[in-house]
Nanobody, 121 residues
């Protein structure tokens, strides 16, 4: 059974930090490019960041570049998203998904249910 389970979401003040985790089981995690995607209320899914199979290549959307850092631990089948300098516009449901910036936002099977991040004073 494919499972992707996110954790780490919370409510924080602007400028704060959070670290999201996504634990994966049911497929060969170490062979798959993984992404983080977010969806704000009333908006479509937005690709945020992705990481190659070995972690040697990371990609970011322009509006999170320099603030967010993606990483993975293949021994633990887990992908992470460190989020710093959070802004109110980062408020969204964040989920991990298989695939790159084109595929991940469209993924319906190999994705988690998400964890809520709210940035508000």
């Amino acid at each position: 059974e494919v499972q992707l389970v996110e954790s780490g979401g919370d409510m924080v003040q602007p400028g704060g930090s959070l670290r999201l985790s996504c634990a994966v089981s049911g497929f060969s995690f170490g062979y798959v490019y993984m992404s983080w995607v977010r969806q704000a209320p009333g908006k479509g899914p937005e690709w945020v960041s992705g990481i190659s199979t070995g972690g040697g290549r990371t990609d970011y959307a322009e509006d999170v570049k320099g603030r967010f850092t993606i990483s993975r631990d293949n021994a633990k089948n887990t992908v992470y998203l460190q989020m710093n300098s959070l802004k109110p516009e980062d408020t969204a449901l964040y989920y991990c998904a298989m695939g790159d910036r084109s595929r991940a936002p469209m993924e319906s099977t190999y994705r988690g249910q998400g964890t809520q991040v709210t940035v508000s004073s």
